[in-house]
């Protein structure tokens, strides 16, 4: 089975466990009186349509029509990812304003047993669909289900959040401790729980900014690549190269144009074409799909 075909099949689970979290996590934080439960079952909400964002981004991928787009479709990805950590980042938002005016206004008292009982089921549902998707997203190298798993990842951290605050509550109103803290505690959890959320979003927008705008890799990619070209400008005795990289998704894109003269080693087109396959050959570890341009030329301004 295809990548894509995995990834449409692990989505579909996805969005149908979504909508089930959020009718769930809704009704039992309306029925708990409980902000926690209720920011829960709100993102899990929205993760219906984020899931369903992704599973139609698949579906697009996955058709054939390279004539409407002769360079491919590996923009749509990074794209998908922005909209999804964006939307994130607003419900986030949503959650602390709305948690800030509940401690001004007094606080709320909370069904603990409701909460309890929905917390611990979440929490198991949320670190096995987590986990499962994360596995996956390894094996096929693929950045939609890895924003998928850290998606049921956050889903994973709130509701083990849930649990153990509720657990917390549930001991001190039963030994009476710091009973005037109870209405507070709910809406507070939620703003530390936003907050600690905050910094996954950020960085996942950052690094698919990247690779929108085109950006070149760094690291020891970016490292092999440049030394390989300075080592095939060496070998065949070439007056100049110059190496364009971006990388997105599961596609590198590679322009490389060197500057020849009467002392290169390569004066053909089948000399020209005998180091397009050295090039090739010594790519063949790089486990990705790659777009190679290969040119030569003898004045500087028509590579630069």
Known sequence: MSTLKIEKKLLIHSVILSIAFSVVGVSAGLLAKSQMIMFD?????????????????????????????????????????????????LILSVSVINATYTISQGGIAVDTDTALLYSLFSSIACLFMYLHLKRKSKKHSSMLLTAESSQWLFDTYASFGVLLTFALVFLMQRYQVFTGLLPYIDPMIVILMAASF??????????????????????????????????????????????????????LRMEIDFIVDEHSLVQTIKEQDKIREELERRLT????????TVSFTSNRKWAV
Not at 285 to 292: A, E, G, H, L, R
């Open 198 to 251: 905050a910094k996954v979003p950020f960085v996942s927008i950052k690094m698919a900014l990247r690779d929108v705008l085109g950006m070149s890799p760094e690291g020891e990619l970016a490292n092999k690549l440049s030394e390989l070209i300075a080592e095939i400008e060496e070998k065949y005795k070439m007056k100049e190269s110059f190496l364009r990289v971006t990388k997105r998704r599961k596609l």
């Open 41 to 89: 079952g709100l993102y899990s909400l929205v993760s219906v349509i984020l899931s369903y964002l992704s599973l139609a981004s698949a579906r697009f991928m996955a058709k054939s029509d390279w004539k409407k787009f002769p360079f491919g479709k590996s923009i749509v990805e990074p794209l998908v990812v922005i909209v999804k950590y964006s939307a994130i980042l």
């Open 285 to 292: 570890p790089i486990k990705t799909d790659k777009w190679i």
